[in-house]
């Protein structure tokens, strides 16, 4: 099952659903059951993380002006408020790396069977209309518009994400908007955030998981990770101009039905 057709699919299911508030998780879960890849092949467990460095790297090229910017590398000032820095990255992402530090062994014991799974896909659904339903009114329409307690805000409900199913987006989108902000300042601060947060999850799966790689699996990693960056790149561009126009629930809609095709498929 290592075939350059089972690169390019598991690539493109990953690029789309990375950023998206689809939750990445039970995509994989869904489209390694359909293919037939058994939970053991540990060389497809590794390739997964792999080509998320790919989407990683889509999400850099997006917001490459806003991190240069951060780390005062650039010139260009913010459109409005006083401007994000670090630490508003700071505040969104220590809460959850270090919750998922210290329950990392309960988590991959209990909530990555596919009941767990579908449960966060169905609730992680009702997050993001009671996000639409329920948010107060816009004080940050740009994220250089996002106070330190906004941040913060959004930060503890990306805490949520650790549970496979929710989607780390979808819970921080929903977060953000709850929070008083909108949905593209959401959307971008969700982006950003997921970029350290990612390197950070993915860079210590990666070196746990080093010895089940060899040279002859080069192709087929590489093809996963140019599909995973492109797909994401075009995914990342695509939502923020959606998000703009268009309600979150659309996607809550998306996620009930992809839960119904995860229990056709996976637990029945």
């Known amino acids: 099952m290592h075939d350059w057709w089972v690169a390019v699919i598991i690539g493109i299911v990953e690029g789309l659903t990375e950023f998206l508030p689809v939750s990445s998780t039970g995509h994989m879960i869904l489209t390694s059951t359909l293919l037939g890849i058994p939970d053991t092949d540990e060389l497809i467990k590794t390739f997964e993380i792999v080509i998320q460095l790919g989407a990683i790297l889509a999400g850099v090229v997006v917001y490459w002006k806003r991190i240069l910017r951060l780390f005062g590398l650039s010139k260009e000032k913010p ?145 996963g990770f140019i599909v995973s960056f492109v797909v994401a790149l075009l995914a990342v561009v695509t939502f923020i101009k959606f998000v703009q126009k268009f309600s979150m629930s659309y996607f809550a809609y998306y996620r009930f039905a992809a839960a119904a095709l995860f229990w056709i498929f996976v637990l029945r």
């Not at 955030?193 to 990693?221: C, Q, R, W």
């Open 79 to 223: 459109k409005a408020g006083k401007g994000m820095n670090l630490l508003h990255i700071m505040l969104a992402i220590v809460p959850t790396l270090a919750i998922a530090y210290l329950t990392k062994g309960f988590i991959k014991a209990h909530l990555f069977s596919p009941s767990t799974v579908l449960i966060g896909l169905i609730l992680g659904g009702v997050l993001l209309i009671v996000g639409e339903k329920f948010q107060p009114e816009v004080t940050a329409h740009d994220v250089d518009e996002l106070t330190y307690q906004q941040a913060f805000f959004i930060g503890l409900w990306q805490i949520i994400s650790i549970w496979p199913g929710f989607s780390r987006s979808g819970s921080t989108i929903a977060g953000g908007m709850l929070a008083g902000a909108s949905r593209k300042a959401a959307a971008d601060f969700t982006f950003i955030i997921a970029i350290p947060v990612m390197v950070a999850a993915t860079g210590y799966e990666l070196l746990k998981n080093l010895d089940t790689f060899s040279s002859g699996d080069v192709g087929f990693f590489a093809i």
